[in-house]
């Protein structure tokens, strides 16, 4: 398959931390797929958006290399990783064991504020529904998860695991434009909050095991719609 190019804006980016920008930006430009899978960095557009030179280019893109989203081949390209479905898995599989006890926790907490952090944060979900914009509802479905482990007191631990979680995480930005996806989101986003709300301990357990095993089953036919997008 040929190499896809980057599309880096000319701009540099108008921000303090330049080099938390370079990785945090770019991340979140692989993850929400603004960089194709399999497109070309080019490092020299890097330095110039961001304006760094080429050694915290080099620094971040190894980070995230680090992290699977980057593939860095010595003297030749560096690109987005195409999408690896055994790395998705395991991702999957790892969040949805520990998201199930941070459910259980969240029934079990005498404060309960959060669960109106979470209802507000679906009722934005709600208008970015009705506007397609998808980017922000994406934005939005992490915020509510990484307010269920904030209200665990395990917010470290939800950062940890998106560290593992750019295949998954890619995956699921695919699904989101598919007709009815977004509303499906915001009934298992309403049914999780229920069952906490209600103190019941293995429905929203249930409720998160479902959510989260969504993406990945729909996996074959995102596949047979971006075969350029994924890892043989």
């Keep these: 398959m040929q190499l896809k190019t980057s599309k880096l804006a000319r701009t540099r980016e108008p921000v303090p931390s330049r080099t938390g920008t370079v990785f945090d930006r770019l991340r979140e430009m692989i993850i929400t797929l603004e960089l194709e899978p399999g ?14 030179s080429s050694t915290p280019i080099r620094d971040q893109l190894l980070r995230l290399s680090e992290e699977g989203l980057v593939d860095i081949v010595p003297q030749s390209a560096t690109r987005v990783s195409l999408i690896d479905i055994g790395k998705a898995r395991e991702a999957q599989f790892l969040r949805r ?26 009722d934005r979900q709600r208008t970015c529904a009705r506007k397609s914009e998808f980017q922000t509802f994406d934005a939005l479905d992490r915020a509510f ?24 995480d890619r995956i699921r930005r695919l699904h989101l434009p598919m007709a009815g996806k977004m509303q499906e989101v915001i009934r298992d986003h309403d049914l999780i909050i229920k069952a906490i709300a209600k103190s019941k301990a293995e429905e929203a357990q249930f409720r998160i095991r479902d959510h989260l095993s969504r993406s990945l089953a729909y996996s074959p036919k995102l596949r047979e719609k971006y075969p350029g997008y994924f890892a043989d």
């Design 39 to 52: 497109a070309i960095l080019n490092r020299q557009e890097l330095q110039e958006r961001f304006g760094v």
């Design 97 to 122: 064991a520990v998201e199930i006890e941070v459910a259980r926790t969240a029934c079990d907490l005498p404060e309960r504020h959060f669960i109106h952090d979470l209802r507000e944060i679906v």
């Design 145 to 168: 998860h990484a307010r269920l482990f904030e209200a665990a007191g395990v917010p470290d631990l939800y950062a940890l695991i998106r560290q593992r979680s750019g295949h998954i």
